[in-house]
């Protein structure tokens, strides 16, 4: 288990840009973002394993965020552009430790997208 500090987040319009960081407490093997919405399950948006540097996206984000960051400081960083309405939601980094570990959580923060 590892503590998640985030920051970001913000109120932006359609079409805008935003990006979230998030840094962790200790050495993680892979780092990530999820997202909840109002009355919805918190779903995937991207990750990333540092040992192969491989990174993963919802096809929803696919093309329009863009995950990255630096292992040697246990941060990463989610860059959000040309954000639609539908992006609204409470955005949660999180980080797992091993490759057979579950993830742990940072507090979220509130991404709203004015239309």
């Known amino acids: 288990q590892v503590q998640l500090v985030e920051s970001g987040g913000g109120l932006v319009q359609a079409g805008g840009s935003l990006r979230l960081s998030c840094t962790a407490s200790?050495?993680?093997?892979?780092m990530g973002w999820f997202r909840q919405a109002p009355g919805k399950e918190r779903e995937f948006v991207t990750s990333?394993?540092?040992?192969?540097?491989?990174?993963f996206y919802a096809d929803s984000v696919k093309g329009r965020f863009t995950i990255s960051g630096d292992i040697a400081t246990n941060t990463v960083r989610l860059q959000m552009n040309r954000l639609k309405p539908e992006d609204t939601a409470v955005y949660y980094c999180?980080?797992?430790?091993?490759?057979?570990?579950?993830?742990?959580w940072g507090q979220g923060t509130q991404v709203t997208v004015s239309s």
């Open positions: 999180a980080a797992a430790v091993t490759a057979g570990s579950s993830w742990s």
């Open positions: 200790g050495h993680t093997f892979r």
């Open positions: 990333i394993v540092w040992s192969v540097d491989r990174t």
